[in-house]
């Protein structure tokens, strides 16, 4: 009797460990997916930040007065400008804290100005290194 008892014991550890393990796995896989959803969101940002500020500098050069963003065109686009446009027009969200806008924390798109030099950057999977740069340099 005692070697049955221990046998069912034994079945029910076995199965309440293989459930452990299933439930293990698919946390690892749920965490990995939502890991990669925001990397991906985090590079649409980017990008689409980005291609905004490329055409908003092309309107300037061919036939606008303004930049998009406020201002003349005539002089270098002011920072807060920038990051209004991306919070309240064109609304761009942070998917690591949910914040809107530019220079939201890791995670999100930063925006600097360096005298006629527009520096964006973004550190996609928030390992505290920029995944991306790039440049944008104001002709006159």
Known sequence: MSNKKLSKFSEVIIIL??????IIVVS???VEEQKSNKIK???????LVKNEISLAILECQKKSLDWK???LCSDIPKVK????YFKN????????NNKKGLNSGDGGVSINILGKKIILTSDFDVD??????????LEE
């Open 17 to 22: 460990l293989i459930i452990i393990s299933i």
């Open 28 to 30: 690892i896989f749920y």
């Open 41 to 47: 969101s985090s590079e649409n940002n980017f990008y």
């Open 69 to 71: 963003f406020g201002g």
């Open 81 to 84: 400008n920038i990051e209004n």
């Open 89 to 96: 027009k064109k609304i761009v969200i942070n998917p690591y």
């Open 128 to 137: 505290g290194s920029d995944n991306v740069e790039h440049l944008f340099i």
